[in-house]
């Protein structure tokens, strides 16, 4: 009797420490849409998923004012708009501090401001402002006595890595590195504060279908991919993608600033080229996304470091613009119905399983080698190898033709982008559009100067794209 008592207490015991060392779940409440419950309506469907982190776009008034006593902790947001005037002068950051964070706080409890968001793609070109806009913002913070309680982050994009397989071997772009990154970091070190990722796996499987698993991508049972610089074993390719960060930030010394994942997230319904977009996928992900991070440890190479994640998103918006998938990566419709079914706490999960209500996923097809690039070589005899997650740049038709022309003879001339294969009787001539052949210049100019910050803009006549651009049979190239 007294061996069984023992090995049960120590049964507890392992339990509990594993809880304790287990992460967080918030979510982020997104509002580009017409057809969305009230706020309160919203805080209250929080709530009831024991939702008790969210994360906003803004300061909108209404929002704050709902989310006051609620016990949730909150991350606003500075737009990238405002950086100009963030950076230029610390009057306007402590006014902004007085009127969207002291006049709801600490009643709403405001924990973290993200200055900016995926500053490095703004076509914009606000990556100047960034760190300058923080340290006015923290300086705002400090001067009125809430720096202690508020952090100050801004969410990067993975793209900001010029190489992240191995992960082991992540780097960060040579061109950001000591403009923004290196200045970034060590006011993150200096502030206690955290640097916050935006990840999302699907992009790099809608990219890599070839190489990359889908149990992979979904933390379904997969043999794994190991780092062959460390021997580290990834069992999905989310972890693997941190580890990239984490390893970029060690080569610049700076390993020991905290991570948070401050966006990731699968679409449940996508475009035709949108491969894997679905809702059984999106709650296979999610599902296990959650079950990861609230009953595990840390990643591979960081296993003693929590995962703070944030779920994009808390609902389908209708008014988001590009593909179909950036309208549907809720896990709610307006209506507040689930579009799938999965928990979002430690109490839900011990309650049974938590993959969806549609979870037996179906694996996407492998496209054959015949109609696709050549597979990766297979690493330890499982799962293919994961490619660095590719980006391509095209054309913002809104821009207007005459900016379109203007840009495209620039790339073609000036800037020497290599646009013989979209003159007449060429590979990618057809088809014969202003848009078309304007992409695959301003692709050629972006990957000539290898997706440098900067290089995909023409004064707003460009954009980057993490899926494969199709015009046409026109193959566009991801490198020269």
Not at 209 to 236: M, Q
Not at 267 to 283: I, Y
Not at 297 to 303: A, I, N
Request: neutral net charge; contains cysteine.
């Amino acid at each position: 009797m007294a061996s069984f008592t023992t090995l049960t207490s120590l049964f507890v015991l392992l339990s509990l420490l594993s809880i304790a060392n287990s992460g967080s779940i918030g979510i982020n409440y997104g509002r580009i849409a017409n057809n969305l419950p009230t706020p309160s309506e919203v805080v209250q469907l929080l709530k009831s998923q024991g939702i008790n982190r969210v994360k906003l776009y803004d300061t909108d008034s209404a929002v704050l004012t709902a989310l006051s006593g609620s016990n949730i902790s909150v991350t606003v947001a500075l737009p990238n708009e405002q950086l100009s005037d963030a950076a230029s002068k610390q009057s306007f950051t402590d006014s902004w501090v007085q009127s969207n964070i002291l006049r709801y706080y600490p009643k709403t409890n405001i924990e973290s401001i993200a200055v900016g968001n995926e500053v490095f793609v703004d076509p914009k070109n606000t990556t100047k402002f960034l760190v300058p806009a923080m340290k006015n913002v923290y300086a705002s913070l400090v001067k009125y006595g809430v720096a202690s309680s508020i952090k100050v982050s801004s969410p990067v994009a993975l793209s900001a890595l010029q190489n992240s397989y191995p992960s082991s071997s992540g780097s960060f772009k040579t061109d950001l590195i000591e403009p923004v990154i290196k200045p970034m970091l060590s006011f993150l070190k200096q502030s206690g504060s955290f640097l916050a990722v935006n990840i999302y796996p699907f992009f790099a499987y809608v990219a890599n279908t070839d190489t990359i698993s889908l149990d992979y991508a979904l933390f379904r049972d997969n043999k794994g991919v190991t780092d062959p610089n460390n021997g580290l074993i990834y069992k999905s390719l989310f972890e693997a993608q941190i580890d990239a960060v984490y390893a970029a930030m060690k080569a610049l010394n700076f390993d020991d600033v905290k991570m948070e994942i401050t966006e990731t997230g699968w679409p449940s319904k996508g475009d035709e080229k949108e491969t894997g977009a679905s809702a059984d996928n999106a709650a296979a992900y999610n599902g296990n996304l959650v079950k990861r991070v609230l009953t595990g440890s840390g990643t591979p190479l960081k296993p003693d470091e929590p995962l703070n994640v944030y779920l994009f998103a808390l609902f389908n918006e209708n008014q988001k613009p590009g593909p179909v998938s950036e309208r549907n990566y809720g896990l709610f419709y307006p209506t507040k119905e689930k579009v799938y079914d999965i928990t979002l706490t430690q109490e839900g999960l011990e309650a049974g399983p938590n993959n969806g209500s549609k979870s037996q996923v179906v694996k996407t097809p492998v496209p054959s080698p015949s109609s696709t690039p050549t597979p990766a070589p297979v690493v330890g005899g499982g799962v293919e190898e994961s490619k660095v997650v590719n980006t391509w740049c095209v054309a913002n038709e809104k821009a207007g033709a005459e900016q379109l022309q203007a840009a495209l003879d620039y790339a073609c001339g000036e800037g020497g982008a290599d646009c013989r294969p979209i003159q007449q009787g060429a590979t990618c001539h057809n088809p014969d559009t202003l848009a078309a052949h304007a992409s695959y210049a301003f692709n050629s100019y972006y990957q000539k100067k290898a997706r440098g910050t900067g290089t995909c803009d023409f004064k707003g006549a460009a954009y980057v794209v993490t899926q494969h651009p199709k015009y046409g049979s026109c193959k566009f190239p991801t490198g020269y």
